[in-house]
């Protein structure tokens, strides 16, 4: 298990990142959040970290994603990295206003692995992340890196 | 007439006494002479005379015997029994004569015998009658004349292959027969003098045999008599015979001449021909019987073909109408000669021409075919057909003729396609209406999120604002930040009923059946905080019924109608009644929510429904004021309806009234009238 939680937050509005950031600090969360602000970045990242010679130490232990995002949106995202053989292994938890029933059968379809509304008040996003640490950072086994 | 007295000795009145027999011996004859002229008005003058030479005969042998015996028999005492039977024979010519007493009356008593036949004959007596004589069975009453001396050369030859007879005139035996009549009746001559004709003949036609034979006695002769016979051998012949009578030079009978011929071939193929023609006659009446129920069955086929209700026709192999029916030129307004022997292609409009000579070509073909087609009326209208064709081949496999029939479905067609247009219509009017419908769900669904997401960001900020500068920020700001707080909480619950409301009228899931009493159990589990909080009472009259619809929006309806009831409510011990009103149909259930609580006066009850319409203030009651108009919007998406009764104070019921079973929809009307 890796001392610290990396998340790498896909978002693009900017106080939703603020909120995260501060549950994540008032929850006394050790982590280290990468934050990008569009789909195609976050793509770029995502890929990168497949190339030879990169650290995985860079790679997220988690990825929350919204689908509501400039130029690719989160659901295009979402796709490319679950059918990628080398990203796939990633979790991504969807992290959005939306509870449509077709954005969340879209993203379990898409290979999501939750799906989750942002909660509508902030002590709930410090619950939030402290549950989504203690799921993916101290019980679940991340599957080992392919090399 | 003198009594029958005691025989008294002979006197020396002798002389005296023969005056008086010759008297008596007068009388007699007097007598007689009374009877024959009872019995033969018009008597010839011989019988007279016989009657006169009796009455001598009598007198004479009276006194002969008289003279010449010694112990003479008493005729005088004889004389009346005598007298006595003459009456009688008088008065009934059948009664036989006893055989005399006295041989000296015997020659008497022939004569009186004779005349006894001659009267008998004369009166015609009935067989039965000729029976009753002596002689026994068929003695005919004639006079009898020795046949011996009957002129036997003047019958003819009796050697001859004729069948040819002599009969005794009397008791009609045989005299004579040809060789070829004993050999047709298998008895010699010596067997036939021992019998009779009538012996012969076959019992039914005796009768008529003697009554003929008579006949022909009197008449002089007779032709073309038939009689059935059996012959000696047993065998049933038929005879014809002619007879001639034959009498002596004093003009008595001497016998009856008989020509036979065997007609029994003649009889019997008489009798087939009659038999058969009864049975030509059965077998005409029964064709005839079958003639008439044929063009009974012919005039009823006849009907059923000419006034179809569709139209038939048929065609040759070249395409030119043989036959149609009256439907057919009833509906086409044609006279038959108008369209029989012309081609099929008369009825067709020009564009349709090309068409029939592929699906005629497609009909001799495969010897079936089922076309839509237009045909020209006489008046020029077109009309829509609907064809269907079939084959009649004969035993060379070649076709003879098309068995056709048309219908007429203009009408219809019509029907169809106007039917057809609204469908499209209404179609488009669906399309048109569910993408508003759901553009109108993106709205909300974008304006809800995309309104969210700000307030979560003010109430969050707002939160970090006074924890980070809360010691530069004063009570007065503190308070001005939690107004902003409140309001963006308010707006966010504004929101989000107004996404509720935004799905209550739309059905998701499929409708099925509902067990209110489950519903109610979750409505229970649901406000369980609420209810405990409240110490509220929520009370259920049973049984509930069971509905049709969407179980999830009905959990909702009761869920917002309990929840006003318990939050509208400021009873010590507040109290919500569920249950059914009484009289209900099959079809649907009508139900009540009762509170005891505020109660809403008369003239809110028509804008309660209305969305974010409230009664109260904010801060006296909770809530946006969207409950009830969700409620609506639920019971209308089930085609129910909603109402309620209430007094300000008094509490509130509200009704719902809600399907039990699948209700049909227009659409499905619909569906129903294009179904086939």
């Not at chain 2, 003639?291 to 006849?302: F, I, M, P, V």
Request: proline share 5%; aromatic share 6%.
């Amino acid at each position: 298990m890796h001392p610290e939680f990396h998340i790498l937050l896909i978002e693009d509005s900017e106080t939703d990142a603020k909120i995260i950031q501060r549950a994540l600090k008032e929850a006394k969360i050790e982590h280290r959040l990468t934050v990008l602000r569009n789909g195609h970045d976050a793509l770029e990242y995502l890929v990168g970290l497949g190339q030879a010679g990169t650290s995985p130490k860079n790679e997220p232990d988690l990825v929350l994603l919204d689908l509501n995002l400039p130029g690719l949106d989160g659901m295009q995202l979402l796709a490319r990295v679950k059918s990628d053989p080398q990203l796939c292994i990633i979790p991504v938890v969807v992290l959005t206003t939306s509870r449509r029933d077709e954005d969340i059968l879209q993203s379990y379809r898409a290979g999501a692995n939750t799906y989750i509304q942002k909660p509508a008040e902030y002590p709930r996003y410090r619950d939030l992340v402290r549950t989504l640490r203690r799921y993916w950072h101290e019980t679940a086994l991340r599957a080992p890196r392919d090399r | 007439m003198p009594q029958a007295g005691p025989r008294e000795p002979r006197s020396s009145t002798h002389r005296t006494q023969s005056v008086g027999e010759l008297l008596a011996g007068v009388a007699l004859g007097l007598l007689s002479a009374a009877v024959a002229a009872r019995f033969l008005p018009g008597t010839p003058v011989w019988v007279w005379a016989l009657a006169v030479t009796i009455a001598a005969c009598l007198m004479l042998i009276v006194s002969s015997v008289g003279g010449r015996r010694a112990e003479p028999p008493d005729f005088r005492a004889y004389l009346p029994r005598l007298t006595r039977r003459v009456t009688a024979l008088a008065q009934d010519p059948g009664t036989p004569l006893e055989e005399p007493e006295l041989p000296e009356f015997t020659e008497l008593l022939e004569a009186l015998e004779m005349l006894r036949r001659k009267l008998a004959s004369a009166g015609r007596p009935r067989p039965e009658e000729a029976r009753l004589t002596r002689s026994g069975v068929y003695e005919a009453a004639i006079p009898l004349v020795d046949p011996g001396t009957a002129d036997l050369t003047s019958s003819g030859d009796f050697g001859t292959l004729d069948m040819v007879n002599r009969l005794d005139p009397a008791d009609l035996r045989w005299l004579e027969s040809s060789k070829a009549e004993q050999q047709f009746l298998g008895w010699p001559i010596t067997e036939l003098r021992q019998k009779r004709f009538l012996d012969i003949v076959h019992p039914d036609d005796r009768n008529l045999a003697w009554e003929q034979l008579q006949a022909a006695l009197i008449k002089g002769e007779a032709h073309g008599l038939v009689y059935r016979i059996k012959t000696a051998g047993g065998e049933s012949k038929a005879i014809e015979m002619n007879v001639g009578v034959r009498y002596a030079s004093d003009m008595t009978v001497t016998h009856l001449r008989c020509h036979v011929t065997d007609v029994t071939a003649k009889v019997r193929a008489g009798r087939e021909l009659r038999r058969r023609t009864r049975e030509l006659t059965l077998v005409n009446q029964q064709l005839r019987q079958t003639n008439r129920e044929l063009q009974e069955l012919k005039d009823r086929y006849s009907d059923l073909y000419q006034n179809a209700p569709v139209m038939y026709f048929s065609l040759d192999e070249g395409g030119y109408l043989l036959e149609c029916n009256n439907t057919m030129l009833r509906t086409l307004g044609y006279r038959r000669n108008e369209l029989i022997g012309r081609p099929y292609s008369i009825l067709l409009p020009e564009s349709r021409k090309p068409f029939f000579a592929t699906y005629f070509a497609e009909f001799l073909k495969t010897g079936y075919v089922e076309v839509e087609s237009r045909w020209n009326k006489a008046n020029g209208e077109l009309i829509d057909v609907w064809l269907t064709a079939t084959a009649v081949v004969g035993p060379d496999g070649k076709l003879r003729h098309s068995r056709s029939v048309a219908q007429d479905v203009t009408a219809r067609r019509a029907l169809e396609a106007e039917l057809k247009e609204k469908n499209e219509r209404l179609a488009r009017a669906n399309v048109e209406l569910s993408s508003k419908n759901k553009e109108l769900d993106e709205f909300t669904y974008v304006v809800s999120h995309d309104l969210q997401e700000p307030l979560r960001t003010l109430i969050a900020f707002s939160d970090f604002l006074v924890k980070d500068c809360g010691d530069q920020i004063d009570a007065q700001g503190k308070e001005h930040v939690q107004h902003l707080v409140d309001a963006s909480r308010r707006m966010r619950a504004l929101i989000s009923d107004l996404l509720t409301l935004s799905r209550a009228g739309r059905v998701t899931a499929e409708f099925g059946p509902v067990n209110l009493g489950e519903v109610i159990d979750l409505v229970k589990a649901d406000l369980a905080e609420l209810i405990r909080s409240k110490a509220a009472e929520i009370r259920v009259a049973e049984p509930l019924p069971k509905l049709w619809g969407d179980r999830d929006r009905i959990v909702q309806l009761f869920g917002n109608l309990v929840a006003n009831g318990l939050k509208y409510n400021q009873q010590v011990e507040p109290l919500v009644e569920i249950g059914a009103m009484p009289g209900d149909s099959a079809s649907w259930a009508t139900l009540f929510v009762h509170d005891n609580g505020i109660g809403i006066d008369r003239e809110f009850h028509s804008k309660i429904f209305q969305i974010f319409r409230r009664l109260h203030p904010r801060e006296q009651y909770e809530g946006t004021g969207a409950g009830l108009a969700i409620c609506q919007k639920i019971v209308q998406a089930h085609n129910g309806q909603i109402w309620v009764e209430s007094e300000a104070g008094l509490g509130a019921t509200f009704y719902v009234k809600l399907p039990r079973q699948p209700v049909e929809t227009p659409r499905l009307r619909t569906e129903a009238l294009n179904a086939p």
